[in-house]
């Protein structure tokens, strides 16, 4: 087995339970409404796979999720991941699960100087760059009339929010997002890193010692000045087993009912136990 990232839990299984029933049911309303073409993008693809702790468990990432269970609905997909060493486990992972041949390479781009791995069947292109220039470019230059559900899962805090306003102003888009709350909290109380703060929270009007929650809200205020995106959904993830890291999964499109059906996801009473379930152990349920 290649090396995965390591230190998975139960909220990481909980994250990939509601973006795979997410999906469903953006799928379902894209396939039955929308005529134009309709891409997964994810900014942080990872390896493919996450070890769990303690467990030698290998859950399925997002990027397994999309291409196996809506390969028939999304017309392209594209992931981004800028380490090197990631970026080959990517590539060899998705050719070992859906025996792909990828053609990896320089981009076709004057100007640009990165890697590219190719699929066509179904069209797949993993970029070897930073995900907030590379989704950038992409936002900019892809035709508008293409519908994008975008999954942005940084591993700590590396998505700009000069980057989700480019996604959010360009329209036909649904976010995912994974808020980094413990690690914003972190890094708000240390001087040091307050530019990684600004830079996620997308200026420098943010408190410096505020509650998890206070902060989650502020960063759904500053999004919801795009009143089009209004009211952003989130919920906050914490592992009933460990209690030291929160994130907050947070949604955000223009479709009313899709976010309240997100929501409704988001927000189960059978999120936990569904979460257990990918681990295919038992006892972890009662924890919750």
Same mark, same amino acid.
């Given at each position: 087995?290649?090396?995965?990232?390591?230190?998975?839990?139960?909220?990481?299984?909980?994250k990939?339970?509601?973006?795979?029933? !997410?999906?469903?049911?953006?799928?379902?309303?894209?396939?039955?409404?929308?005529?134009?073409?309709?891409?997964?993008?994810?900014?942080?693809?990872g390896?493919?796979?996450?070890?769990?702790?303690?467990?030698?468990?290998?859950?399925?990432?997002?990027?397994?999720?999309?291409?196996?269970?809506?390969?028939?609905?999304?017309?392209?997909?594209?992931?981004?991941?800028?380490?090197?060493?990631?970026?080959?486990t990517?590539? &060899?992972?998705?050719?070992?699960?859906?025996?792909?041949?990828?053609?990896?390479?320089?981009?076709?781009?004057?100007?640009? &100087?990165?890697?590219?791995?190719?699929?066509?069947?179904?069209?797949?292109?993993?970029?070897?760059?930073?995900?907030?220039?590379?989704?950038?470019?992409?936002?900019?230059?892809?035709?508008?009339?293409?519908?994008?559900?975008?999954?942005?899962?940084?591993?700590?805090?590396?998505?700009?929010?000069?980057?989700?306003?480019?996604?959010?102003?360009?329209?036909?888009?649904?976010?995912?997002?994974?808020?980094?709350?413990?690690?914003?909290?972190? !890094?708000?109380?240390?001087e040091?890193?307050?530019?990684?703060?600004?830079?996620?929270?997308?200026?420098?009007?943010?408190?410096?010692?505020?509650?998890?929650?206070?902060?989650?809200?502020?960063y759904?205020?500053?999004?919801?000045?795009?009143?089009?995106?209004?009211?952003?959904?989130?919920?906050?993830?914490? !592992?009933?087993?460990?209690?030291?890291v929160?994130?907050?999964?947070?949604?955000?499109?223009?479709?009313?009912?899709?976010?309240?059906?997100?929501?409704?996801?988001?927000?189960?009473?059978e999120?936990? !136990?569904k979460?257990?379930?990918?681990?295919?152990?038992?006892?972890?349920?009662?924890?919750?």
């Open positions: 087995m290649p090396n995965h990232f390591d230190g998975g839990d139960l909220k990481t299984a909980a990939l339970v509601i973006l795979e029933e !997410s999906l469903d049911i953006y799928t379902t309303i894209m396939d039955a409404n929308w005529t134009h073409q309709n891409w997964y993008v994810d900014t942080h693809a390896t493919g796979k996450t070890q769990v702790e303690d467990g030698g468990i290998h859950l399925d990432g997002s990027a397994i999720i999309a291409i196996d269970e809506y390969a028939d609905s999304f017309d392209r997909f594209y992931f981004y991941e800028l380490d090197e060493n990631h970026f080959e990517l590539v &060899d992972t998705l050719s070992d699960e859906f025996g792909l041949d990828f053609d990896v390479g320089p981009v076709d781009v004057d100007g640009e &100087d990165f890697l590219v791995a190719r699929a066509e069947n179904p069209y797949i292109r993993i970029m070897q760059m930073d995900s907030n220039d590379g989704v950038s470019f992409l936002a900019e230059h892809a035709a508008e009339r293409h519908h994008w559900f975008t999954f942005i899962d940084p591993k700590g805090l590396t998505a700009k929010r000069d980057t989700l306003d480019t996604l959010i102003d360009r329209g036909n888009m649904d976010i995912l997002l994974n808020y980094q709350t413990t690690g914003i909290m972190r !890094s708000a109380a240390a040091h890193a307050h530019g990684a703060v600004t830079r996620t929270m997308g200026d420098e009007d943010w408190p410096n010692a505020a509650s998890s929650d206070e902060y989650v809200e502020v759904k205020s500053k999004l919801e000045e795009n009143e089009s995106i209004a009211p952003v959904k989130s919920k906050e993830l914490v !592992s009933p087993n460990d209690q030291r929160r994130f907050d999964l947070v949604f955000a499109c223009t479709n009313n009912q899709v976010r309240n059906i997100v929501e409704d996801i988001m927000q189960q009473e999120l936990w !136990s979460a257990n379930d990918k681990f295919g152990q038992s006892g972890l349920g009662d924890w919750c």
